[in-house]
C-alpha cells in the first residue's frame, strides 16, 4: 500500500517553500499522521511561527531541534499563527507566548476542547479551596467528558489517555494549557505577517474555527487542514450541517483562482489547488452513495453501525462516528435521511429512490 504523504515521518530538513517562508517538519504520533508542518515567515522584526505542533515536553524540543536547525532563535518568534483548535497545530502556541512574549493569532471563534475559562465557578465550588484553581479546573475537565449527541462513544482522547493525563495532571497541565489568542481574525480580514499582508479566510467544516491565510499578491495559501493533498481532512459532525460547510469551504478556495501554491498542514506544498478540491469533493459525495447502500442494506442503524461500514475496523472509533453524524445530518437536514430516538441512541434510515 503506498503511504500518504501526510503519513510520512518527519524529516529534519528546513526547505523553502515560498519566498521568505520556511517549511520545517515535527513529528506528530496522532490520528495515523507523521508530522505536522510548522511554516516559518521571517520579516524585519523575525518569524511568525504557523502551527508549532503538539503540547508535550519531547514535541518542544523538537520545535527547538527544527528551530535551531533553521538558524531562527527563540527570541527572534514574535508571532504564532494557529489554524484551528486541534492539539497538533495549537500544542505548543501558548508555551511559545509565554517564553518569548510572542502574539498569538487565531481565528475569532477559536476554543480548544481544554480551555479552562469555559468552565463555570460554581462547577467546583465542592473542591478544596486551597488547591490550585487551575489544576482542579483541569481535573474537572477530564473527569467531565462530552458526550456524543448520536449515543456512541465520548468524544475527546480516548480513556486510557485520559487516565493517563489524570494520573499525572500536575506534570501535564503545563503542557496543556489553552493558548489565549491576542489578535482574532475576522473573515476578510488583513494581517500583515512575514513581510506580506495576508487576507483571513473563514472556512468551517474540519472544525468551526478553521482559518486558511491567503497571500493575494504572491498566491500563497496557508491551508491548514482543509486541503490536504493525498487524505481528506476529518469532518466534525459537532457543528449544524459541518459537511455542507466543509464543501462551501472548498468551493470558496478552489474560487479564489489565483493560488500559485497552497501550503497544508500535513504532506507536500500543492500546485492544483482546484484540482485537489475537486478529489476531496467527490470523496465526500461518493460517501453520501455509500451511506444510501448501506441504509438500504441494514434499515434502521446507529452512527456506529453505519460507521462500521464506512470505514475500516482500525479506523473504528470516535472521530469515525464523528464523521459518520457529519454525513448523516447532512442528509437529514436536506431531506435525505429520517432520524429516530431509541435508549438514547439516534438511528437513521435514508430515503430510497
Given at each position: 500500500?503506498?503511504?500518504?504523504?501526510?503519513?510520512?515521518?518527519?524529516?529534519?530538513?528546513?526547505?523553502?517553500?515560498?519566498?521568505?517562508?520556511?517549511?520545517?517538519?515535527?513529528?506528530?504520533?496522532?490520528?495515523?499522521?507523521?508530522?505536522?508542518?510548522?511554516?516559518?515567515?521571517?520579516?524585519?522584526?523575525?518569524?511568525?511561527l504557523?502551527?508549532?505542533?503538539?503540547?508535550?515536553?519531547?514535541?518542544?524540543?523538537?520545535?527547538?531541534?527544527?528551530?535551531?536547525?533553521?538558524?531562527?532563535?527563540?527570541?527572534?518568534?514574535?508571532?504564532?499563527?494557529?489554524?484551528?483548535?486541534?492539539?497538533d497545530?495549537?500544542?505548543?502556541?501558548a508555551?511559545?507566548?509565554?517564553?518569548?512574549?510572542?502574539?498569538?493569532?487565531?481565528?475569532?471563534?477559536?476554543?480548544?476542547?481544554?480551555?479552562?475559562?469555559?468552565?463555570?465557578?460554581?462547577?467546583?465550588?465542592?473542591?478544596?479551596?486551597?488547591?490550585?484553581?487551575?489544576?482542579?479546573?483541569?481535573?474537572?475537565?477530564?473527569?467531565?467528558?462530552?458526550?456524543?449527541?448520536?449515543?456512541?462513544?465520548?468524544?475527546?482522547?480516548?480513556?486510557?489517555?485520559?487516565?493517563?493525563?489524570?494520573?499525572?495532571?500536575?506534570?501535564?497541565?503545563?503542557?496543556?494549557?489553552?493558548?489565549?489568542?491576542?489578535?482574532?481574525?475576522?473573515?476578510?480580514?488583513?494581517?500583515?505577517?512575514?513581510?506580506?499582508?495576508?487576507?483571513?479566510?473563514?472556512?468551517?467544516?474540519?472544525?468551526?474555527?478553521?482559518?486558511?491565510?491567503?497571500?493575494?499578491?504572491?498566491?500563497?495559501?496557508?491551508s491548514?487542514?482543509?486541503?490536504?493533498?493525498t487524505?481528506?481532512?476529518?469532518?466534525?459532525?459537532?457543528?449544524?450541517?459541518?459537511?455542507?460547510?466543509?464543501?462551501?469551504?472548498?468551493?470558496?478556495?478552489?474560487?479564489?483562482?489565483r493560488?500559485?501554491?497552497?501550503?497544508?498542514?500535513?504532506?507536500?506544498?500543492?500546485?492544483?489547488?482546484?484540482?485537489?478540491?475537486?478529489?476531496?469533493?467527490?470523496?465526500?459525495?461518493?460517501?453520501?452513495?455509500?451511506?444510501?447502500?448501506?441504509?438500504?442494506?441494514?434499515?434502521?442503524?446507529?452512527?456506529?453501525d453505519?460507521?462500521?461500514?464506512?470505514?475500516?475496523?482500525?479506523?473504528?472509533?470516535?472521530?469515525?462516528?464523528?464523521?459518520?453524524?457529519?454525513?448523516?445530518?447532512?442528509?437529514?437536514?436536506?431531506?435525505?435521511?429520517?432520524?429516530?430516538?431509541?435508549?438514547?441512541?439516534l438511528?437513521?434510515?435514508?430515503?430510497?429512490?
Amino acid at each position: 500500500m503506498v503511504q500518504k504523504q501526510e503519513q510520512e515521518d518527519a524529516t529534519d530538513e528546513i526547505a523553502e517553500v515560498a519566498p521568505g517562508i520556511l517549511r520545517l517538519q515535527l513529528p506528530i504520533e496522532f490520528t495515523g499522521l507523521g508530522h505536522v508542518n510548522c511554516y516559518a515567515l521571517e520579516d524585519e522584526r523575525g518569524f511568525a511561527l504557523v502551527d508549532p505542533g503538539m503540547p508535550g515536553p519531547t514535541s518542544w524540543q523538537n520545535l527547538m531541534g527544527r528551530l535551531a536547525l533553521a538558524e531562527i532563535p527563540l527570541a527572534r518568534v514574535h508571532t504564532v499563527v494557529v489554524t484551528h483548535s486541534h492539539p497538533d497545530h495549537f500544542g505548543a502556541a501558548a508555551l511559545l507566548a509565554q517564553e518569548t512574549g510572542a502574539e498569538i493569532v487565531a481565528h475569532e471563534r477559536f476554543r480548544t476542547l481544554f480551555d479552562l475559562n469555559d468552565i463555570d465557578d460554581s462547577e467546583l465550588e465542592d473542591a478544596d479551596p486551597d488547591a490550585d484553581p487551575e489544576l482542579l479546573a483541569f481535573l474537572h475537565r477530564l473527569d467531565t467528558p462530552r458526550p456524543s449527541p448520536w449515543g456512541g462513544e465520548a468524544l475527546g482522547p480516548p480513556p486510557e489517555r485520559l487516565a493517563e493525563m489524570r494520573d499525572n495532571a500536575a506534570a501535564v497541565l503545563p503542557w496543556m494549557r489553552s493558548p489565549r489568542p491576542t489578535k482574532r481574525v475576522g473573515d476578510l480580514e488583513r494581517i500583515r505577517l512575514g513581510g506580506r499582508e495576508w487576507v483571513g479566510l473563514d472556512t468551517p467544516g474540519h472544525t468551526d474555527d478553521h482559518l486558511c491565510l491567503f497571500d493575494e499578491e504572491n498566491g500563497v495559501l496557508l491551508s491548514g487542514d482543509q486541503v490536504l493533498p493525498t487524505i481528506t481532512p476529518h469532518i466534525s459532525g459537532m457543528v449544524d450541517d459541518a459537511l455542507q460547510r466543509f464543501m462551501d469551504s472548498l468551493d470558496r478556495l478552489a474560487g479564489i483562482g489565483r493560488v500559485s501554491v497552497a501550503l497544508p498542514a500535513h504532506g507536500h506544498p500543492m500546485t492544483d489547488l482546484a484540482g485537489r478540491v475537486k478529489e476531496i469533493q467527490t470523496h465526500h459525495d461518493s460517501r453520501l452513495e455509500d451511506l444510501h447502500r448501506y441504509s438500504d442494506e441494514l434499515g434502521w442503524a446507529s452512527v456506529t453501525d453505519l460507521s462500521h461500514k464506512l470505514f475500516k475496523p482500525r479506523s473504528w472509533g470516535g472521530m469515525a462516528e464523528d464523521e459518520t453524524y457529519a454525513h448523516l445530518e447532512h442528509l437529514r437536514l436536506h431531506g435525505g435521511a429520517e432520524v429516530r430516538e431509541e435508549a438514547g441512541v439516534l438511528l437513521y434510515k435514508l430515503a430510497t429512490g
